[in-house]
């Protein structure tokens, strides 16, 4: 449940009730319906790659490492383009240097700066990976909308997308 959103006389707001703008019954499902769906389709999505030994992130990575020039991205961008702090990054890339997935590579002319590399395992594990997640996610996600749907969706979650990146200062 998500307590930043309910009303309860047993636990008052930190601010006056009258200044809070408590969502509608109408927001309040359309909210937990985006939540629970968000967390739902991320563990089915998730389950699915595990038979490829991948978790989401891992597999997350791997997309933006084969879409990157060279395959190849600065750990800072990394961690920037998949959200993630840069010590959990740092975490996981070296778990996926152990799977022979990506390579970490000093920056030339910056001797703190490190490349993550995806390695040809990476990227073949990458190519072979990619059909059954492209499957997955338009059996739960893409094929579940008609196409008037899924322009309405990306009309209305784009602007959100847009102020929260600005937000982090990549607007």
Known sequence: MDTHTINTADNPPSQ????????TAREQRMWRAHLEVAKLLEYQLSRELQPHNLAINDYEILVVLSEAP????????????????????????????NAGLVLRQECPG???GLYAHLTEQGWETMQRVAPDHVRSVRAHFIDRFTPEQLDAMFDALAPIADHLRGLRGRG
């Open 70 to 97: 060279d395959r190849r991205m600065r750990m800072t961008d990394l961690a920037t383009a998949t959200l993630q702090s840069k010590s959990r990054l740092s975490h996981q890339i070296t778990r996926m240097e």
């Open 110 to 112: 910056d001797r703190r």
């Open 16 to 23: 006056p009730e009258e200044e809070t703008p408590w969502l």
